[in-house]
């Protein structure tokens, strides 16, 4: 490289290098200029558009909005708290006529408004729990929000702090939208007869109470079942309700306190259950059973006015699906015993021993001696009442029977072999019978001579009741 190319490229460098310490001097004399100080703008609160609310099954969404002066420089926030002091006085006031405060817990609103840069209007939603509005549709409700704290040095407007809502609920709904609790039943009364509106089961039965939702599901809630004892007390007393009515005891049913409808479902169950033996208890009294029911404190919706109570009236006659066995109290059968003849009191004869045997279970010698009667040529009768423990067809036995046998039993002829054979497995007789009714009972023995036995035995296949005697509970003595 010559000397001359040199010199040229040095003075270029020389030439430059000012330039640059130029440019690099007024780069940092641009950075330490101040920028100018930012004006506040200042924030109003406006109300909301009835429009622009939005109705779910469980929240309604009550957007508000507010507005700036001028179009934000930069992004900020807006607080946001409750302003229930400013409602109550403009209602203590009259300035609110026929308006009542909005519960603090049916609200659900932001902590700030968020306002983007370039804007000048912000938006935040309000989130009122429908069953609030439901539980007071026909009036007017009202809650106010207050603006503050603006960030970045922003400000609240004179006078604009507040934003008033007021709600009109039957502008807002309709009768038809509302979510109502019912319970079934018809005119305030849910009956209950044989075959209808229970479930059978082994202890006694259940009555479901179904509970249901009006218009669209929503989230699970839960709703109490309450009865109201002094309620039947008084339509008794009050003849409201029929004469034959009673009232249990408490411990003698057991009522769901708690009812759950889940999430998406229009339907709960509360039970009502009675136990058999209450039923049996009221055989001879036969009365009805009634019980006074209401719906209360719902986590979610709304009560029916009128259908959310009822009165449950439990039909006697649910007791024929009872099949449980019925034990008696029995004492057994009046006992007739004619000595020196078999055919009982035929030509006026008149029995010799009349007592109250507890079974018909007898043989050998003992029986007739224990009787005053001679071992043989003699004959016995038995009346009274069986208690028919279930309901079923049965099968009496006159088997094991020395010598001739006869048997009625409500007024039917099951057995009639009054001879001088003994022990046939012919002598049997089978007919339906209601369970806990009392049927006419008449058994007959013949003795002729030898030994001698009578045992009066009975089943019942189809409700699982084996063969066996009958016993001194199901048996009362004719007069």
């Known amino acids: 490289m ?13 030439v430059l290098l000012p330039a640059v310490a130029y440019q690099s ?5 641009l950075e330490d200029l101040s920028l100018p100080p930012k004006q506040p703008n200042a924030v109003t609160g406006e109300g909301i558009v009835l429009s622009d609310v939005e109705k779910g099954n469980d929240i309604v969404s009550v957007p508000f909005s507010v507005t700036l002066e001028k179009v934000a420089a930069e992004a900020f926030e807006i607080g946001i708290t409750l302003n229930n002091d400013t409602v109550t006085g403009l209602i203590n006031s009259g300035a609110l006529p026929n308006a009542m405060l909005m519960p603090a817990q049916a609200l659900e609103l932001p902590n700030v408004i968020n306002i983007s840069y370039g804007t000048n209007t912000g938006r935040g939603v309000a989130k009122i729990r429908r069953y609030v509005l439901e539980r007071n549709f026909g009036k007017t409700l009202a809650f106010a929000l207050r603006l503050a704290k603006p960030g970045k040095g922003n400000r609240i407007a004179s006078g604009k702090s507040n934003i008033l809502v007021v709600m009109n609920t039957t502008q807002l709904l309709k009768p038809e939208e509302l979510h109502y609790l019912s319970l079934p039943g018809s005119n305030g009364t849910y009956n209950i007869s044989y075959k209808n509106n229970y479930t059978v089961g082994l202890s006694g039965i259940t009555i479901p109470l179904t509970i249901s939702l009006s218009n669209q599901a929503s989230t699970a809630f839960t709703v109490a079942v309450k009865e109201n004892r002094d309620t039947v007390a008084r339509l008794i007393a009050e003849g409201k ?26 339907t709960g169950v509360a039970r009502l259950q009675i136990p058999w033996p209450v039923f049996d208890a009221n055989i001879v009294a036969n009365k009805k059973f009634a019980f006074a029911v209401s719906l209360q404190n719902p986590t979610n919706h709304v009560l029916h006015p009128v259908n959310s109570r009822i009165i449950i009236v439990v039909d006697p006659n649910v007791n024929l699906d009872n099949n449980s066995y019925i034990t008696g109290n029995g004492t057994g059968l009046k006992a007739e015993y004619f000595t020196d003849n078999q055919l009982l009191n035929a030509e006026g004869k008149t029995p010799k021993t009349v007592r ?8 050998g010698d003992d029986w007739p001696r224990g009787a005053g009667l001679s071992l043989d040529n003699f004959s016995s009768k038995w009346t009274g009442e069986f208690l028919a423990p279930v309901r079923g067809e049965y099968i009496f036995y006159q088997t094991r029977w020395d010598d001739g046998s006869r048997l009625y039993v409500n007024g039917v002829a099951l057995v009639d072999d009054f001879t001088t054979r003994w022990d046939l497995p012919t002598r049997t007789g089978k007919i ?8 006419k009972i008449e058994a007959h023995h013949r003795e002729n001579v030898g030994g001698q036995q009578a045992y009066l035995e009975f089943e019942v296949p189809a409700a699982g009741i084996s063969k066996r005697l009958v016993p001194k509970s199901q048996l009362f003595p004719a007069p």
């Open 2 to 14: 010559n000397m001359t190319y040199i010199k040229k490229l040095i003075l270029a460098a020389a």
């Open 25 to 29: 001097c007024k780069q940092s004399q």
């Open 241 to 266: 309700l029929p004469a034959d009515v009673i009232l249990l005891k408490p411990e003698e049913y057991i009522l769901d306190t708690i009812a759950r409808v889940g999430t998406g479902l229009n």
């Open 356 to 363: 109250i045997d507890a079974e018909i279970s007898f043989s």
């Open 432 to 439: 339906v019978l209601e369970r806990g009714k009392r049927y």
